[in-house]
């Protein structure tokens, strides 16, 4: 069967439907919160911040889908062009706050600077961690062009100059969806979880900084990849440090980046959530190679084409189904912010690896190191982010509690494997 290429006609410069994953994020979103996602760059020298305006202007003129904010239709939310400029800003306060998408013409995003730093800010519905790399990547390699650098050609930068494409504008998710396939129904599963007041918009960040190659040394003495080895940690560290008894099974929400498995240069969300659970049984004292025995693989299996493709087709079903159409978005609301709720509950926490920062190397000289955090949501205490450039592997949890047991056990774990690691934090 042939993928679905027939979608609502649009223009870029005026309008825009949100995606398949924009729908839930746009849905959940509250008047004081909307999942809002952080990647920074740390340069090895103090930024510029009139050059680095003069570099967002451009880039923002390359990557139009970003000068845009939510709206709320009839029928559907959709994504509109403003007029706004986009500015950069000195940044101030906690990082990740949440992005105003209801009561400005903003752009909803925002670029922020602090001495070395540079940060991309976005909501959740406008892209995911696979776009938002690559766009705090051409604005930095703008930014440096604009200094005189020459840069060396690179097929994964979006260049000023270059027109938007189709397919960096487009909803991903439609485009590959396929008429006429079902996804295999699979038996949920009821995942343990902390269950706390939490205090948001004020979010807690703890860096863990060592070298890929350390990690992967660990990883490979377990015959895993990192982003499973980590996964395996952060298992470990929920077993060690839960003062109750774990009876269920500790579930790690993974987002797949999608674009190199479809082939797809996509701007907009296209990731898939794949689970990796280990069910200890009640017992604590779990040995970390069993944990690693257990979860070996359990990625992969779900990364093959025929199994996304069935996931991806059932989903956009779900949503574009024609008894769904003449429902008022208010209702439709409902149904979007319950499928979220339902979701967030069905893990135990997550960690997002957005892979490593490609860039040309005359970009790369200036980069010490990267930083990425995941939003808080209402649902869930924590979540892990990691992004590697220059051989330097971040690992970044943002917090909505004070306690930091968890934290110290993971990065201790770390250590006691062989990966020494630097910490920073934004906790006193």
């Not at 979701?343 to 790369?364: K, W, Y």
Request: net charge positive.
């Amino acid at each position: 069967m042939e993928a679905k290429t027939s979608e609502a006609v649009f223009a870029p410069d005026v309008w825009f439907p949100v995606d398949n994953a924009a729908n839930l994020y746009s849905a959940a979103k509250r008047r004081n919160w909307a999942r809002t996602l952080r990647l920074a760059f740390i340069l090895n020298e103090p930024v510029n911040p009139e050059l680095l305006q003069r570099a967002l202007d451009d880039t923002l003129v390359r990557i139009p889908t970003f000068s845009a904010i939510v709206k709320s239709g009839m029928f559907w939310n959709y994504f509109e062009r403003t007029n706004a400029r986009a500015t950069v800003q000195k940044e101030t306060a906690t990082p990740g706050r949440p992005i105003n998408t209801g009561s400005t013409m903003q752009p909803n995003f925002r670029i922020l600077y602090y001495k070395n730093r540079v940060a991309l800010e976005v909501f959740h519905g406008m892209t995911d961690g696979g776009g938002s790399i690559r766009f705090l990547t051409s604005l930095i390699a703008r930014y440096y062009e604009l200094q005189g650098d020459a840069l060396s050609d690179a097929p994964h930068l979006l260049r000023f100059g270059d027109e938007p494409t189709d397919e960096e504008m487009k909803d991903p998710y439609l485009r590959n969806s396929v008429e006429g396939i079902s996804a295999k129904n699979y038996k949920e599963v009821e995942a343990f979880r902390i269950r706390e007041p939490l205090t948001l918009n004020a979010m807690r960040v703890t860096h863990g900084i060592c070298r890929v190659e350390d990690v992967k040394r660990a990883a490979g003495a377990y015959a895993l990849t990192l982003t499973e080895y980590l996964t395996a940690v952060l298992i470990q560290t929920y077993l060690q440090t839960t003062p109750v008894v774990i009876d269920k099974p500790v579930s790690v929400s993974i987002p797949l980046d999608l674009r190199r498995r479809f082939g797809t240069q996509s701007m907009r969300n296209f990731c898939y959530m794949s689970d990796i659970a280990f069910d200890p049984q009640g017992r604590r004292d779990v040995p970390f190679g069993e944990i690693c025995e257990a979860i070996a693989g359990t990625v992969q299996s779900k990364a093959t084409l025929e199994y996304l493709t069935q996931e991806i087709s059932q989903n956009v079903r779900a949503q574009s189904s024609p008894l769904l159409r003449p429902v008022p978005y208010p209702l439709k609301r409902v149904f979007l912010l319950n499928t979220y709720r339902k979701n967030q509950n069905s893990f135990t926490t997550f960690l997002s690896n957005i892979g490593e920062v490609l860039a040309p190397p005359e970009v790369l000289r200036h980069i010490n190191h990267a930083e990425f955090t995941l939003g808080e949501t209402p649902y869930n205490p924590f979540g892990v982010g990691i992004v590697s450039v220059n051989g330097l592997l971040t690992i970044t949890f943002n917090d909505c509690r004070d306690d930091m047991e968890k934290q110290r056990f993971f990065f201790r774990f770390l250590t006691s494997q062989g990966v020494p690691v630097r910490v920073e934090s934004n906790r006193k």
